[in-house]
């Protein structure tokens, strides 16, 4: 999809274990994105970066940590998983503030268990 | 908080038939609209997108009218085509880089 990738593609984990997502983006975009898919929610915003080493929280971003140490990688870290936070995950970029995330990974399916 | 929502979860309609997929949203600050189709398995994808200095806006066999005064957004695909069952999201950004606020979604079937 467009450049991106993420892995892992599906993984099961144990309760407060770690577990470390990828995001890789081969577009140069400023502007990355971390979304879960829950059934009846629809996607919702975990955390964002517009740049190297700059990032912010999004509406569910307890529990989970992020790092942007390159352009083309974004990682999500959770830090005890929880039995809540099994979802499908998406990575998103886009060029610029003004412009929508016009280009979403093929996600990365979490079970905690 | 404010957030977007859609109308129906499931839309059945006829192959060659138009469909009409609704979206009404809250959060009158909102600057920018986008419609995402997803397949199953797979991320959502961009289809179109408008501004709300706008009211219409075409792309190929889609077009989006967004009404403001009633805050509601709908998205119309001409024509449809088996390829075109997906679940299809609305999504509203308030003008700034903090992500998307992503309705539910409706679920397109394609009668033959």
């Known amino acids: 999809d467009a450049g991106i990738t993420q892995s892992p593609r599906h993984k099961v984990t144990e309760t407060g274990t770690p577990v470390t997502l990828r995001c890789h983006q081969t577009e140069n975009h400023r502007y990355m994105y971390w979304y879960r898919q829950d059934p009846g929610h629809g996607l919702r915003l975990i955390h964002y970066s517009y740049g190297v080493k700059d990032t912010d929280k999004g509406e569910v971003s307890d529990g989970y940590s992020v790092s942007r140490s390159k352009t083309e990688d974004f990682l999500l870290t959770l830090e005890s998983a929880t039995s809540s936070q099994t979802s499908v995950y998406f990575c998103a970029i886009s060029e610029s503030a003004a412009e929508p995330e016009a280009f979403f990974g093929q996600g990365t399916r979490l079970t905690v268990v | 908080g404010e957030s977007v929502g859609l109308h129906l979860p499931t839309l059945s309609v006829q192959e060659g038939d138009n469909s009409i997929i609704n979206c009404a949203y809250s959060n009158s600050a909102s600057d920018y609209f986008i419609w995402y189709k997803q397949e199953s398995g797979k991320g959502p994808q961009f289809i179109i997108d408008?501004?709300?200095?706008?009211d219409k806006r075409q792309g190929q066999r889609v077009t989006v009218l967004l009404n403001k005064t009633v805050k509601h957004l709908s998205l119309q695909i001409a024509a449809t085509q088996p390829g075109d069952s997906a679940v299809y999201f609305c999504a509203e950004r308030g003008g700034g880089a903090d992500g998307l606020t992503f309705g539910k979604g409706t679920h397109l079937i394609i009668q033959p």
């Open positions: 408008i501004r709300s200095n706008m």
